[in-house]
């Protein structure tokens, strides 16, 4: 059983930043990727930034430079800081972690969080 707990989430103006938190814990072999999506009602849930335990980090363009996502695979947390927020950002944030269960199985499962609100207005 893996669970996820997000936290940080809030209310903040314009301009201002935020960082979201997720922790894993749970009886699993590793953690091989770490991400953050974000979902606005009526809309497909997207992406906004994605780790990897090789070091890499991918965003997409238009939140490059805003966002940063710092994953510590030692600890099995994962942070998103968000900067120079605008209202468009407003939606549902969600830590996704991808988890090896087994050293004996390359078998890699998906997990979700709760989802943590982000609202940005003046």
């Known amino acids: 059983q893996v669970q996820l707990v997000e936290s940080g989430g809030g209310s903040v103006q314009p301009g201002k930043s935020l960082t979201l938190s997720c922790k894993a814990s749970?009886?699993?072999?590793?953690?091989?990727?770490m991400n953050w999506y974000r979902q606005v009602p009526g809309k497909r849930r997207e992406l906004v930034a994605a780790?990897?335990?090789?070091?890499?980090?991918n965003y997409p363009y238009s939140l490059l430079g805003r966002f940063t996502i710092s994953g510590d695979y030692a600890k099995n947390t994962v942070n998103l800081q968000m900067n120079s927020l605008k209202p468009e950002d407003t939606a549902v944030y969600y830590c996704?972690?991808?988890?090896?269960?087994?050293?004996?199985?390359?078998?890699?499962?998906?997990?979700w969080g709760q989802g943590t609100q982000v609202t940005v207005s003046s």
């Open positions: 996704n972690v991808q988890i090896r269960e087994s050293p004996s199985s390359s078998v890699v499962s998906d997990y």
């Open positions: 749970g009886n699993f072999f590793r953690i091989t990727r």
């Open positions: 780790s990897g335990v090789d070091g890499t980090t």
